[in-house]
């Protein structure tokens, strides 16, 4: 709000009392000290915006870390995000600190005010859009954030870097159709997650493609680990009709897929094929090697690393959105199914 030249401008010692409070807390707010509470700071932040006062900005030149906050540290998946993070801060002398908070979709409550203690020069998160006033706090003390592979569907202005999950989706579907499956099932990750969703709308797309019936009981929405990925697949390959191909939304799934087919004694791949999604450097470990969908988790951590900083330097992109190209690898879990032959890279004929 901007403030008529000719009207006096209000003190902040008229603040101070206006608000309630004593003029030091102004003077912490102002400066961007976190030993306010948050109701206090809240309220001083609105007074201060009101009258026209700017907070004064946090030297980034003592910021010497990047944050970078999952709510979950305990897989390969994470691994390969802090190593991109950690590619790009080293470049730039900085440190990386690691946060494991909340759930998927916001980090915790008590985050928000350790952060802003830290200062970090920027914060990269593994969530869903960050909630309206952790970005406002964030922004108060100038700390630019960007988020990976949003569960959600951010807003315009939030900094985000994710990658091409419906054409992971389709391009995984359509290797199986053309190696001659028709009964092709699908296990993606939570079905509140847009990327879960988007890779299901990539197989969706790829069958209509090919006119394949879509059995409604063969989309599952798992949770992208290997527990999740064996108890679907055990459920789906004990039906009257099983697949003859799994399609999952994760290695860790795939790898879930594996085992249960492994106990069930179907060999993979001439009894089941399978892809996985993400190319974690198990997937070429496994026995047989996964086929799998190659998603740029390292560059996508890099290229969000790159953003935060921009955004710390005041260089803000014409483009806040940022999605990555995937691509399929092809290794042993995928042959054309038993009686089938595959003709010309095209849907298989039955011999």
């Known amino acids: 709000m901007s403030i008529p030249a000719d009207e006096p401008r209000v003190t902040l010692a008229q603040l101070a009392t ?16 976190t030993d306010v509470s948050p109701k206090t700071r809240a309220k001083v932040e609105e007074l201060l915006e009101e009258h026209g006062y700017r907070r004064r ?13 999952f709510h979950e540290l305990e897989s390969a998946w994470a ?11 080293r470049n730039h002398g900085l440190s990386v600190v690691l946060t494991e908070t909340g759930s998927r979709h916001a980090p915790g409550p008590a985050w928000i005010e350790g952060v802003m203690s830290r200062r970090p020069a920027g914060v990269v998160l593994v969530f869903s859009e960050l909630p309206q006033d952790f970005r406002a706090k964030l922004d108060a003390r100038s700390i630019p954030f960007v988020i990976i592979d949003p569960a959600g569907d951010p807003s315009p202005d939030v900094p985000s870097v994710g990658s091409a999950n419906w054409s992971g989706g389709m391009m995984a579907t359509r290797h199986l159709i053309d190696l001659g499956h028709t009964r092709i099932a699908a296990i993606s990750g939570p079905e509140d997650m847009m990327c879960s969703l988007a890779r299901i709308d990539g197989y969706r797309s790829a069958m209509n493609m090919a006119s394949l019936p879509i059995d409604p009981s063969f989309i599952r929405f798992g949770d992208f680990h290997v527990d999740g990925g064996r108890d679907h697949a055990f459920s789906l390959l004990r039906g009257l009709h099983p697949p003859t191909a799994i399609f999952a939304g994760s290695d860790l799934q795939a790898l879930g897929v594996l085992d249960a087919a492994r106990q069930i004694g179907l060999r993979v791949p001439e009894e089941l094929s399978i892809v996985g999604y993400d190319d974690l450097p198990v997937a070429q470990w496994s026995s047989p090697a996964l086929t799998t969908v190659h998603q740029p988790l390292i560059q996508m951590a890099e ?3 790159r953003m935060v900083l921009r ?20 290794r042993q879990s995928t042959a054309a199914p038993s009686g089938v032959t595959r003709v010309d890279s095209a849907i298989g004929q039955r011999a």
Do not use: H, Q, Y
């Not at 955004?311 to 092809?330: E, I, M, Q, W």
């Open 18 to 33: 206006k608000a309630g409070v004593s003029l030091s807390t102004i003077s912490k707010v102002l400066n961007g000290r």
């Open 57 to 69: 900005k946090v030297s980034t030149a003592k910021a010497g870390l990047v944050e970078l906050v």
């Open 79 to 89: 691994l390969e995000l802090i190593r991109g993070v950690e590619n790009v801060a």
């Open 303 to 305: 290229e969000a690393t």
């Open 311 to 330: 955004l710390r330097d005041g260089d803000r992109p014409d483009n806040l959105r940022l999605d990555l190209a995937t691509s399929l690898v092809v």
